[in-house]
C-alpha cells in the first residue's frame, strides 16, 4: 500500500515519461556542452533536487554540482514576485557554464531573478533546463533552452514538487483531485 491515497492523485506524467525525456534533455546537453570548458549545474532547492539528480546522470560529461535555495513571501502556491536567496552557492561562478535546473517555471519570476543575479557574476555562459513550463501563468518570459514538459494552468505535486512540505518523494507528477490531503 502505497502512503498517498491513490483514488486522490491523478498521475498526470508517470516515471517511464518523466525518465525517456530526461534521457532525450541529458543526450541534448551532454553534445551542446562537450569541449567547451566546465559545466556546473545549479539546482534550486528544494524543488529541483529530484530532477537534477536524474538530469546529472543522463548528462556524458564531467560537471560538478551546486546547490542554491530561494523562498518566496506570501501565498504558498504561489510565488509573490520577491524573491528571497535563502542559501548561495557554495563556489564562483565566473568563467563556468552554468545550466540552472528548474522543477518548474511558473510565473517566471524567481528564474528571472536567479538570471540577473548569475549575470552579475561574470559566467562564461548560462542556460536553463526545467523539468516543467506553465506558459498560462507567466508574468515574464524567461528563456527556457532545456524543457522536459509543458503543462496546463494546474497545480502539480510529485518529482520534487510539494504540496505543504510533502510529496516531493513520489516518483511520478500528479494533481491532486482531493478536497484535502491526499495522504
Ligand atoms: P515562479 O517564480 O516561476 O512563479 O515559481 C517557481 C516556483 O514556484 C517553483 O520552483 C515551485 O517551487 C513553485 N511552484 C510553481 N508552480 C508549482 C506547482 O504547480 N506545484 C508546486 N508544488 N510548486 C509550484
Known amino acids: 500500500m502505497p502512503f498517498y491515497d491513490e483514488k486522490s492523485l491523478e498521475v498526470m506524467i508517470d516515471a517511464e515519461r518523466l525518465q525517456a525525456r530526461i534521457a532525450e534533455l541529458g543526450a541534448e546537453i551532454s553534445a551542446a556542452y562537450r569541449g567547451r570548458g566546465e559545466v556546473v549545474l545549479v539546482g534550486v532547492l528544494k524543488g529541483s ?3 537534477l539528480a536524474d538530469l546529472a546522470r543522463a548528462i556524458d560529461l564531467p560537471v560538478d554540482i551546486d546547490f ?3 523562498s518566496s513571501y506570501g501565498d504558498a502556491q504561489e510565488t509573490s514576485g520577491v524573491v528571497r536567496l535563502t542559501r548561495d552557492l557554495s563556489r564562483p561562478i565566473e568563467g563556468k557554464h552554468v545550466i540552472v ?3 518548474i517555471v511558473d510565473t517566471g519570476l524567481t528564474m528571472q531573478y ?3 543575479m ?3 557574476r561574470k559566467p562564461a555562459s548560462i542556460e536553463v533546463a526545467s523539468l516543467l513550463h506553465k506558459p498560462a501563468r507567466a508574468k515574464v518570459e524567461v528563456p527556457i533552452h532545456y524543457l522536459g514538459f ?3 494552468d494546474e497545480f502539480v505535486v510529485g518529482y520534487g514538487l ?3 512540505g510533502k510529496l516531493r518523494n513520489l516518483p511520478f507528477i500528479a494533481v491532486n483531485r482531493a478536497d484535502g490531503q491526499p495522504w
Open 114 to 116: 536567479l538570471l540577473e
Open 49 to 51: 533536487f529530484v530532477f
Open 118 to 120: 548569475f549575470a552579475t
Open 68 to 70: 542554491l535555495g530561494v
Open 162 to 164: 510539494d504540496m505543504g
Open 150 to 152: 509543458t503543462i496546463d
Open 101 to 103: 535546473v528548474e522543477d
